[in-house]
């Protein structure tokens, strides 16, 4: 224990605290740097508003949509007719090029056109038609995704913000405490151990409110990247002081919940369009093995039976080997296996609902047990337990209490806040509808 006491004395020997100085430096950081020049505020409307516009994924996720509708205008469009020509090169009997002798002059044309049957074309826009809907769908879940993921970052960065100004203000508190007993100390009236106390514990609030700072620099990063900020910017989230009472689960049954995402979730539906589209696919290969018709007109201007003769073509390819057996084969495969994608999506539909569900459940019951009201006044009493203990009306032992107490209180408080609004987001998200809103 000797030992203990003599390497502390020491250690606040070298820190310049015994006597001959009038008060300890302040501590780097110990209020809560700045926030740089430029800096935005932004309420969750506004990110969303901003999110929708200039968010990169979501704009290279949109241009799906008109390159499956160019699927759709490709695949409508009639094939092009086939026109030939033929000339006389050579005439062997008297060595000429280009014959143009009369009797001897040889001119073939013709134009030919595809025509296809068996509704080849019209089976072949409705598969396209449906990968529209398809990338429509995908498109919005990609919004439903990303949404959640910004919410969730918006609101975990205001209630590590507002955890960060509560670590000011302690700090700041605590270093005015530590000056002040230190004076005291030089003069004999506290004991050292108490200013090495104050200093230990101004040590660890300062080493918690680095690794904040950590994670809110991580949030701030990752909210910029989300609304496409090309120069990040320092950003304050702005939310409601008071938060509404609507955030209840009282008004959604879990049942009524699943019943919504069936009808709601785009990655369902997808999964649902995809089933569509497999089997519009099997009735084109189908169809595809239907012989096309080829007719056409040519004219023989110098031919065997005549001069300026002119027939009519009609041809179609004998289904004798090829009949598109593989691929028949290939797309009803592809429809039974996008028939069990089908199911076990909405399999993962049910067990993510119920997730999300019981999660909110849970944030919900937590946030009512811990009234906000309970910290209205936290900190007028923050100042009246720092006046207490200047003037000695309580015990170094009762006023650290007090502040562990009081941040522990304050950092759970704004947790349960965050994660109640974040488990309706993801509830929300889950149901593919924004049911719950504040």
Known sequence: MQIHLFISILTISLLGILPGHA????LPGAAVA???????????????????NTNFALLAERF???????????ARLFDNPEISLERN???PYNGRFFEHNEDRFQLVGGIEQLIQLGGKRRKAVDVA???VAISELEFTDLVRTLRYELRENFVTLFFRQQTQAMYARQINALQETLNITQRQYQRGNVALKEVVRLKTQLFELESELKDLRNDISEDQAELNLLLGSRQPRYLRPQLPATLPTTLSLNT???EQALATARANRPDLQAAAATVRQQEQNVRLQKALAVPDLTAGTFYDHNGAVGKHYTGLTVGMPIPLFNRNQGG????????????????????????????????????????????????????ELLDGVLRSYQRKAIGLLEFLDFLDSYKS?????????????????KLNEQLGQQVFSY
Not at 23 to 26: D, K, R, W
Not at 64 to 74: E, F, G, K, L
Not at 338 to 367: D, F, G, H, P
């Open 23 to 26: 008060q300890s430096p302040a």
């Open 34 to 52: 700045p926030a740089p020049t430029d800096t935005l505020a932004l309420t969750l409307p506004q990110a969303e508003a901003a999110f929708l």
């Open 64 to 74: 799906n949509i008109p390159a499956a509708q160019a699927d759709v205008v490709q």
């Open 89 to 91: 090169l050579f005439n």
């Open 129 to 131: 038609r449906t990968g």
């Open 252 to 254: 959604l049954p879990l």
């Open 328 to 379: 028949i084969k290939l797309a009803e495969a592809q429809r039974q296996g996008s028939e069990q994608l089908l199911s076990q999506q909405e399999a993962t539909v049910v067990n993510e609902v119920t997730q999300a569900y019981r999660k909110a459940q849970e944030a919900e019951r937590i946030s009512n047990a811990f009234p906000p009201e309970y910290f209205a006044d936290a900190d």
């Open 409 to 425: 209180g304050v950092i759970q408080l704004n947790q349960s806040r965050a994660e109640r609004l974040n488990a309706f987001d």
